[in-house]
């Protein structure tokens, strides 16, 4: 039972380019979701997906394309990278529908990209 | 949406003393509150949680409150250690428009030995 992993821990892109960040969990965890973490500003939801080929955006959507179509994998996609952002990003599962235990996010490891 | 603020940023504390971290939130249909340790370079790591119909959870040297009437809740640490240094982060769950924990900003303690 390996968790929630994230692919690749680290990342340098140039303006322009487009990559996508990968998550895998294994779990069966229905709930996944997209965060990327900037200083002074915690954690901002990108997207999520409540299941397979379902998805909706959360806060700081824009730039940021993601699908589902496996309950085990949550891909991010970058369309056109800017410097705007250079962050960390984080994925993360749960199981629950309803507050309370499985509720909790999970969290990989984290993909620290710089866009210069 | 949801709006959780998260105060102080920042809190140093002596090793022994307790540290207490405060959070609101505005959206009253929130009904789960987790709170998450985050190590430097590390994952954010669940270390308590509670549910909107419970007042009160503790475990071991950490608790945590809720007031749901004010809609605040607060992280208790007592007898703090220096590997209780690390940032801590509130959030509040909510249904409403969308399933989605909001964060709050974080609040970096420090336990000087």
């Known amino acids: 039972n390996a968790g929630v992993t994230q692919t690749p821990k680290f990342q340098v892109l140039k303006t322009g380019q487009s990559m996508t960040l990968q998550c895998a969990q294994d779990?069966?965890?229905?709930?996944m979701s997209w965060y990327r973490q900037d200083p002074g500003m915690g954690l901002r939801l990108i997207h999520y997906?409540?299941?397979?080929?379902?998805?909706d955006q959360g806060e700081v959507p824009n730039g940021y394309n993601v699908s589902r179509s496996t309950t085990e994998d949550f891909p991010l996609r970058l369309l056109s990278a800017a410097p705007s952002q250079t962050s960390v990003y984080f994925c993360?599962?749960?199981?629950?529908?309803?507050?309370?235990?499985?509720?909790?996010?999970?969290f990989g490891q984290g993909t620290r990209l710089t866009v210069v | 949406g949801e709006n959780v603020e998260q105060h102080p940023s920042t809190l140093s504390v002596q090793e022994g003393d307790s540290a207490v971290i405060k959070c609101t939130y505005s959206?009253?249909?929130?009904?789960?509150f987790p709170w998450y340790k985050q190590e430097l370079g590390k994952r954010p790591q669940l270390i308590i949680d509670?549910?909107?119909?419970?007042g009160e959870k503790k475990d071991q040297r950490i608790a945590v409150t809720l007031n749901k009437t004010a809609k605040h809740f607060s992280l208790h640490i007592t007898e703090t250690q220096p590997e209780d240094s690390a940032v801590y982060f509130c959030?509040?769950?909510?249904?409403?428009?969308?399933?989605?924990?909001?964060f709050g900003s974080g609040t970096r303690l420090q336990v000087q030995p």
């Open positions: 993360a599962s749960s199981y629950g529908r309803k507050a309370g235990p499985g509720t909790e996010a999970f």
């Open positions: 779990m069966n965890h229905e709930y």
């Open positions: 997906s409540v299941g397979a080929g379902i998805t």
């Open positions: 959206d009253s249909a929130s009904n789960y």
């Open positions: 509670i549910r909107s119909n419970v």
């Open positions: 959030a509040a769950l909510t249904y409403t428009g969308r399933r989605a924990l909001t």
